[in-house]
Each structure stands twice: as C-alpha cells, then as structure tokens.
C-alpha cells in the first residue's frame, strides 16, 4: 500500500510541474489568429459585407483561416496573378465593370487554364459547355476557347453584364454565376428575400463570396498577411506576336511551330485552347512568341506548299485528331477550392507534412 501511495504522488507531482511549464507559442496560430481579427468596413463590387454581423463574420473568418492555412497557394495565386490579372483588370475597366470581379477567377481556378471541376466546367472562369457556347466561345473535340484567358475573359464579362440586369446586384449576380440563375432566381421567390446573405442557399455558394471576398483581402495587401514577394518571384506575362492563318484543313502544330520558329510545346503553352496535335480547318487567330511574327507568314506559306496531308500518309486516323492527349484531360481542383464544406477542418500541420494536400496547386 506504501509503495502505491509513493507511486500515485509521484505521478501528480510530475503531472504538476509539466502543467506549471509554460506552453510554447505556437507561431504559426498566432498568425493566423492575428491575422482574421477583421475590421470593416468591407464591400464586394461596391456592395457591403455585414461583418458586424456574427455568423457573417465567423464565415468569412473561416475562408481567411482556409486560404491562409495554405501559404503555398496563396504564393501561387500572387505568382500567377502577375501574368493573368493586367488582362482581367484592363477588360473589366474598358467595359465598366467592379475590378472585384477578377478574384472570382481567382477562387474558380487558381488562375489555371486547364482547370476543371466534377462538373465538367473548364479554364480560368470555368465555364461548363452550354453557357461558354451561349456566350461565344469555340468548344469542340479540338479547339476549347474555355483555356483561353483572352476568349473567356469577354465571355464571363458578357454573362456578369448579363447577371447583374437580371439581379440588380453584383452580390447575387456572383451567387447566380456559381450555382446558375436559374436556381438563384427559384430560391429569392421561394424565400422571399434577395439579399444574399439571408438566403439559404447551396452549401457551395453559400461559401462562395465570402471566398471571393478572403482572396480580396489578401491579394490586394500580401505584405499585410506575410507574403513579401520581390518582383522577380512574380510570374511575368506571356510575350508573343499574334498571327492569322488559315488551315485548309486539319493542320498538326508542328507545322505551325515550325514556321514560328519555335516548338511544338511552346505553341501548345501560349494556345492552351488547343486541345490535341493539330488546328481544324479554318481560320484561326493563334499566338507565337515575340518576333516570331516577321516572315511568319511566308514561312507558313512555305511549309503549307510542301504539306501532305497526315490522313493521306495513314500515320494517324482522322478520327484520332479529334481526341484530347491523355495530359489534355483538365485539371482536378482540390476540393477545398472548389468550395466543399467539409475542407472547413483543414489543420497547418496536415499542410506540412502530406504533400498530397498541395498536388493539385
């Protein structure tokens, strides 16, 4: 019994000292802790974020914790916005349209091109097929003006321009782009209310300004939350020449790159829309690299005299052009970027040590 009684005081006394220890700081926490105590006022597109309101604020500070929690793709956001964002922001300015509206590229696909969804939608503003072919672009077997940052850009300013007539609101015009009118419209009559953040929506569009709104914050301020990026670290745009040619019929891209001087994978690169190894007949504005251009024309020319069509040689079946490469096939976007709900418990060390969390950046 004694040596019982010994035992047990040993145990509390050494349970004692480690709760009198001090706890260690854990850096990493207080960070992201410091840095979602948010203060207002805050707006999309000119239109008030109700953070004073408590559920409001709890979800936008979720979103902050997610993106923040994940350092690695915010760096890749800022990276990539570099090459990608002067376009957006120069379309959206020439046709009167809230600058905020290019953070939605941002959170529908990290500013990827060949990103894609379950859903099937694809490029920078992951249009699925009926609603890109509704606002003008090219999606076929061989050509998916989806990829394009030029193409899509217009197309998902047509259909903002589009939301924000039948909404009033560049809030709800968000909300209608991310789960479609259709529904957003059937959910305002139903709940009678059209104020965004009283509707009971999908989960995913629920999420979803407060996402838009988190990659504001901390891209248009990196150096607030921690991100010191050099001008050097950031993506520079694409330079190129853009040219006219016409395909009497399907042309491989090696011709064209040869003609341009360059190679097969650098046309592929600056003309992401082209989905397989070769342009359909027709005529076609492509991109080749800086100073190229010069003699483009009758180089072109040139190899288009000496072409022998690849259907008449048998080296590969028409049939067989108009499918995708294996790597065609469009990018998976993690689930926490495509604004799943159960993503909510992300933790930093999970994000340290599984670099599965970080493939699909």
């Not at 002067?86 to 060949?114: C, F, G, T, W």
């Not at 009559?189 to 914050?217: G, M």
């Not at 020449?241 to 097969?264: H, W």
Request: aromatic share 10%; proline share 6%; with cysteine.
């Amino acid at each position: 019994m004694k040596n019982i009684i010994i035992v047990l005081c040993g145990i509390l006394l050494t349970t004692s000292a480690a709760f009198a220890e001090p706890v260690k700081d854990n850096a990493f926490a207080s960070y992201l802790l410091s840095n979602t105590r948010i203060t207002g006022p805050l707006d999309f597109c000119g239109e008030k974020v109700p953070i004073d309101d408590p559920e409001i604020r709890e979800n936008l500070e979720k979103e902050m914790l997610l993106f923040l929690g994940d350092p690695a793709q915010v760096i890749l956001w800022l990276k990539r916005a570099s090459r990608y964002m002067p376009y957006i922001e120069r379309m959206l300015k020439q046709n009167n349209m809230p600058d905020d509206l290019k953070y939605v590229a941002v959170i529908e696909s990290s500013l990827l091109p060949h990103a894609g969804s379950v859903k099937h939608a694809i490029g920078f503003w992951q249009f699925i097929q009926e609603t890109g072919q509704r606002y003008g672009m090219n999606i076929s077997s061989e050509i998916d003006e989806r990829r394009s940052i030029f193409t899509s850009t217009i197309a998902a300013i047509r259909y903002f321009k589009k939301l924000y007539d039948d909404f009033g609101s560049w809030t709800l015009a968000a909300a209608g782009y991310n789960m479609g009118e259709a529904g957003l419209k059937n959910n305002i009559a139903f709940q009678e209310t059209n104020d965004y953040y009283r509707l009971y929506l999908p989960l995913e569009t629920q999420r979803y300004i407060f996402r838009i709104v988190a990659a504001k914050l901390i891209l248009s301020d990196p150096k607030k939350y921690g991100f010191h990026l050099e001008r050097d670290d950031l993506y520079a745009p694409a330079d190129f020449d853009r040219v006219q040619i016409e395909c009497p019929e399907d042309m491989p891209v090696t011709v064209i790159a040869k003609a341009a001087n360059t190679y097969f994978k650098t046309i592929k690169d600056l003309n992401p829309e082209i989905r397989g190894k070769a342009m359909p007949g027709g005529s076609h504005s492509i991109l080749i690299p800086k100073g190229s251009g010069d003699g483009f024309a009758s180089r072109y020319a040139n190899l288009l005299s000496q072409f022998t069509p690849v259907a008449s040689q048998q080296e590969i079946r028409p049939a067989q052009l108009a499918q995708p490469e294996p790597d065609d096939q469009p990018i998976k976007i993690k689930k926490e970027n495509r604004a799943k709900a159960k993503k909510a418990a992300l933790m930093p060390d999970i994000l340290r040590k599984n670099p599965k969390s970080r493939q699909n950046h």
